[in-house]
T-cell receptor, first 114, second 113 residues
Framework: GNSVTQMEGPVTLSEEAFLTINCTYT??????LFWYVQYPGEGLQLLLK?????DKGSNKGFEATYRKETTSFHLEKGSVQVSDSAVYFC?????????????FGGGTRVLVKP | DSGVTQTPKHLITATGQRVTLRCSPR?????VYWYQQSLDQGLQFLIQ???????AKGNILERFSAQQFPDLHSELNLSSLELGDSALYFC????????????FGSGTRLTVV
């Protein structure tokens, strides 16, 4: 089956530090890959996505590159801010006749301290 | 505002009771998905509807059921509630095309006491 594995948190950083959250996947087929972010007390928001190998998704200073050879989609940001404190979810989807279900990783909590 | 509306935002009820959670998808989206988020099990896919028909089923208990109405809003019915059903229930919608991603609502927090 399909699955997503991401590093467990919490990840605690100082402001302006470099952030990396590792994500690897297993899929039967050629999935689309996503990063979602969940701020405290809110729903999930799409952060970025990539739909084919070597695509780079980017948004709000975050980047992730679809690496088919390593089945990975690691999230990076060069200089984090306190406002980046949130839970980050890696996810994949495969469109099939049975639907377009998203499979999520377990989430990584990131805490950025001033 | 994501465009996906969930009501109510909070719900407190007793064990054994039944509740209904409501979701209105973003305008133009035909697919509705329900997810349960709990501390111990993370985000679990429950069920998907597309244009009124059930399209995919995940880890949904037999005590839970859902439907999507002609106006595309969806309801998730949870019955014979147990303490372990306490969780955040998210609805999401999409155009059901690969790569489109979802738009999530802000969730309904269910507390069973």
């Amino acid at each position: 089956g399909n699955s997503v594995t991401q590093m467990e948190g919490p990840v605690t950083l100082s402001e302006e530090a470099f952030l990396t959250i590792n994500c690897t996947y297993t899929a039967t087929g050629y999935p689309s890959l996503f990063w979602y972010v969940q701020y405290p007390g809110e729903g999930l928001q799409l952060l970025l996505k990539a739909t084919k190998a070597d695509d780079k998704g980017s948004n709000k200073g975050f980047e992730a590159t679809y690496r088919k050879e390593t089945t990975s989609f690691h999230l990076e940001k060069g200089s984090v801010q306190v406002s980046d404190s949130a839970v980050y979810f890696c996810a994949l989807s495969l469109l099939k006749a049975a639907g377009n279900k998203l499979t999520f990783g377990g989430g990584t909590r990131v805490l950025v301290k001033p | 505002d994501s465009g996906v509306t969930q009501t109510p935002k909070h719900l407190i009820t007793a064990t054994g009771q039944r509740v209904t959670l409501r979701c209105s998808p973003r305008s133009g989206d035909l697919s509705v998905y329900w997810y349960q988020q709990s501390l111990d099990q993370g985000l679990q896919f429950l069920i998907q509807y597309y244009n009124g028909e059930e399209r995919a089923k995940g880890n949904i208990l037999e005590r839970f059921s859902a439907q999507q109405f002609p106006d595309l809003h969806s309801e998730l019915n949870l019955s014979s509630l147990e303490l372990g059903d306490s969780a955040l229930y998210f609805c999401a919608s999409s155009v059901a095309a690969q790569g489109s991603g979802y738009t999530f609502g802000s969730g309904t927090r269910l507390t069973v006491v």
